[in-house]
């Protein structure tokens, strides 16, 4: 599969069609006509940064709680290991815990 189409998104729905192009592309067809939106790719990465370093800077509370962190992180080991790719992790958790 090219790169290209990893970033590819296609739905259908009642003789519609939408197609997210590398979240650049919105490409709309309906009864025949095609609409064409373009936007700069923004996939959160940048302001998520921003909302980062502020809250650093300001002692303020994460963007993303921590407990939200770990539960998605799990889920990813649960989706990996469902579909047979089995996830290792590189360091334990306890020592993460243990030198903070």
């Known amino acids: 599969m090219s790169p290209t189409a990893i970033r590819q998104f296609p739905r259908f729905s009642g003789g519609s069609t939408a197609r997210l192009d590398d979240f650049r592309v919105l490409e709309l067809v309906?009864?025949?006509r095609t609409h064409k939106f373009k936007s700069r790719r923004d996939k959160g990465h940048q302001c998520e940064l921003e909302l980062t370093v502020e809250a650093i800077c300001?002692?303020?509370?994460?963007?993303?709680?921590?407990?939200?962190?770990?539960?998605?992180?799990?889920?990813?080991?649960?989706?990996?290991?469902?579909?047979?790719?089995p996830l290792e992790p590189s360091v334990e958790p306890e020592s993460i815990v243990q030198s903070a």
Request: zero cysteines; glycine letters at 10%.
């Open 58 to 85: 300001r002692s303020g509370s994460a963007p993303i709680p921590f407990k939200e962190l770990v539960e998605v992180t799990e889920a990813t080991f649960r989706i990996a290991e469902a579909v047979g790719i």
């Open 30 to 32: 309906r009864n025949g």
